[in-house]
T-cell receptor
Framework: AQSVTQLGSHVSVSEGALVLLRCNYS??????LFWYVQYPNQGLQLLLK??????LVKGINGFEAEFKKSETSFHLTKPSAHMSDAAEYFC????????????FGTGTRLLVSP | NAGVTQTPKFRVLKTGQSMTLLCAQD?????MYWYRQDPGMGLRLIHY???????AKGEVPDGYNVSRLKKQNFLLGLESAAPSQTSVYFC????????????FGPGTRLTVL
């Protein structure tokens, strides 16, 4: 079975500061990993995904994440936060064989102050 | 393309009432999903479908029923609503499970009094 843990339900940064959102996964097989973003009153949209190719994955809006097998982590980063990055971010995991549902973390709300 | 649409956007029910949430997608996706989102719990899968005419239970199926009579539509029904079903409901679709991106609708906010 797969699961993800997102550390910190809220993260606050200043505009221009580094964004780091943490995600650790548990999986009995090599996982597929995803980051989704949810803006207020909207559905989720994909930021980036890891599917066993390059371990450093680049996504939309300047975000990237690095798959570290030894640390079972898939942390999301952005060098410089923008006010428009304020949203809730979800890490999710699935397994590559058969039908495997997407399992979401509990989410991290990113607050960006001017 | 509209992507994934959901109707209604908001609904208030009294305990015991029934309702159906409609999800429609125009991307010709095989797989469709219903999730509920509750504070501090992320998204949990209620039911899903791997193709027209098929449905299967997810993580939290109790109190819900679904139907996929047409490929583009996935209906979620509440036969007798309970306050515990107060939540935001999201529909999603994808071409395949696993690696493929799931595309989400804008959500339905349901309150059961």
């Amino acid at each position: 079975a797969q699961s993800v843990t997102q550390l910190g339900s809220h993260v606050s940064v200043s505009e221009g500061a580094l964004v780091l959102l943490r995600c650790n996964y548990s999986s009995s097989v090599p996982p597929y990993l995803f980051w989704y973003v949810q803006y207020p009153n909207q559905g989720l949209q994909l930021l980036l995904k890891y599917t066993s190719a390059a371990t450093l994955v680049k996504g939309i809006n300047g975000f990237e994440a690095e798959f570290k097998k030894s640390e079972t982590s898939f942390h999301l980063t952005k060098p410089s936060a923008h006010m428009s990055d304020a949203a809730e971010y979800f890490c999710a995991v699935s397994a590559p064989m058969g039908f495997q549902k997407l399992v979401f973390g509990t989410g991290t709300r990113l607050l960006v102050s001017p | 393309n509209a992507g994934v649409t959901q109707t209604p956007k908001f609904r208030v029910l009294k305990t015991g009432q029934s309702m159906t949430l409609l999800c429609a997608q125009d991307m010709n996706h095989e797989y469709m999903y219903w999730y509920r989102q509750d504070p501090g719990m992320g998204l949990r899968l209620i039911h899903y479908s791997v193709g027209e005419g098929t449905t299967a239970k997810g993580e939290v199926p109790d109190g819900y029923n679904v139907s996929r009579l047409k490929k583009q539509n996935f209906l979620l029904g509440l036969e007798s609503a309970a306050p515990s079903q107060t939540s935001v409901y999201f529909c999603a679709s994808s071409n395949r499970p696993g690696t493929d991106t799931q595309y989400f609708g804008p959500g339905t906010r349901l309150t059961v009094l």
